[in-house]
């Protein structure tokens, strides 16, 4: 090879790398591109769950367990960290109740994990209602039977969707588990 030929070897193949870092840059863009428009997707599924259930889980709230403040989305923001929980609701009087629902379009273990840390925290962020005594309540759109019989196990109602978009699967001689504000 000559150094005529050595040289455009060089600048021929400087080229094509030049070429090839472009395509493996535009193509990185793209693929992040996509997982945000994927994540975005996912939360607007979950959007959607959560707003096509509200109505059912409102219904069940006050019919199954006289629930007189139903609110979905309710927030809540404390020294610069935030709760959200997709359905808050309660009664006062004689007895004072409440009830803190987690809508899934899918149901997974993950969901078990994070429905148990807003229990355990619910009185942190609302001490307000420490006089209550809350239930748990997961509904979702499909799952596995682990994830079921997990929900049931943590001594939270189950509610599933059914003939009339979202139906009870509690069973009858299912005993929630009941969160109490610990005493000071």
Do not use: C
């Amino acid at each position: 090879m000559s150094t005529v030929e050595l040289k455009q070897f060089i600048e021929s193949t400087a080229i094509s790398q030049r070429e090839t870092d472009r395509i493996v840059k535009e193509t990185d863009r793209q693929l992040k591109e996509l997982g945000k428009q994927i994540g975005g997707l996912g939360n607007k599924f979950g959007a959607f769950a959560e707003g096509l259930a509200f109505s059912s889980i409102e219904r069940i709230l006050r019919t199954e367990f006289g629930m007189e403040a139903v609110t979905p989305r309710f927030s809540v923001v404390k020294g610069g960290e935030s709760q959200e929980y997709d359905v808050l609701a309660y009664r006062n009087g004689e007895t004072s109740q409440g009830m803190m629902v987690e809508v899934k379009s899918s149901l997974d273990l993950a969901t078990i994990e994070q429905m148990k840390r807003k229990m355990d925290s619910l009185f942190h962020w609302m001490p307000e209602h420490r006089e209550k005594e809350f239930q748990g309540m997961v509904a979702y759109v499909e799952g596995s039977a682990a994830a079921r019989q997990a929900v049931l196990a943590h001594g939270w109602h189950l509610v599933q969707v059914g003939e009339d978009l979202f139906e009870m699967k509690t069973p009858p001689d299912f005993v929630p588990k009941i969160y109490r504000a610990p005493q000071p």
